[in-house]
Structure formats: structure tokens, C-alpha cells
């Protein structure tokens, strides 16, 4: 069982990137996936959610309208879109899969935004 994140870098403000997050070993389709970042010396935060049909989805307040998640459960992928990248979202972003009875993590990908 794996979640593999990928994508990450080192981006000039103002710019974009795409994160992928591939699950492997266990499909996803009935799984909540989320994305969530660590800067260093700060707590764990949520970033975006998107249910399992990918009907619903949530924000923080410090990403919307700049971040889209998005998954393809044929592709056993979810993404997340991030333009108009700020100094402020530096940190390391893990995927998280969830749904009831068991709640798997990815290992994380750099995004560094700096000029």
C-alpha cells in the first residue's frame, strides 16, 4: 500500500505547479483524498479535500481560489493545482487517503516558492 507524491520544486512567486499524489496496492475511489502541508516549525495543516465522487470539495481559507484539487479514480490519482504560489506556501505537502476503517499517508513532496 502506497501513496506516492510527486510534482514538488522550487518556484518563483507567482508561479504553478501541479502535485500528483498515485495510490498504489489499494484503489481510491471510495476514499476522502486530501493534501496537507508542514512548514517548518508549524503544525500539520489541511489544504483541500474532495470526496470520494469528487462532488464536494473544501479549502482552507489561505489557498482558495488559488488551489484546485481534483482526482481521477480510473488513474487512482488525485491532484492538486496550485498558481499564484506565495513565499507563505513553502512547506512539504503529504496526500492523505481516508475512509472509514483505515487512513493511509504519502510521504510528502518539497514545494519551495522564492525568488
Known amino acids: 500500500v502506497q501513496l506516492v507524491a510527486s510534482g514538488g520544486g522550487l518556484v518563483q512567486p507567482g508561479g504553478s505547479l501541479r502535485l500528483s499524489c498515485a495510490a498504489s496496492?489499494?484503489?481510491?475511489?471510495?476514499?476522502?483524498m486530501s493534501w496537507y502541508r508542514q512548514a517548518p516549525g508549524k503544525e500539520r495543516e489541511l489544504v483541500a479535500t474532495v470526496t470520494s465522487a469528487g462532488g464536494s470539495t473544501y479549502y482552507a481559507d489561505s489557498v482558495k481560489g488559488r488551489f484546485t484539487i481534483s482526482r481521477d479514480n480510473a488513474k487512482n490519482t488525485v491532484y492538486l493545482q496550485m498558481k499564484d504560489l506565495k513565499p507563505e506556501d513553502t512547506a512539504v505537502y503529504y496526500c492523505?487517503?481516508?475512509?472509514?476503517?483505515?487512513?493511509?499517508w504519502g510521504q510528502g513532496t518539497q514545494v519551495t516558492v522564492s525568488s
Open positions: 496496492g489499494f484503489t481510491i475511489s471510495s476514499d476522502v
Open positions: 492523505r487517503a481516508t475512509r472509514l476503517g483505515r487512513d493511509y
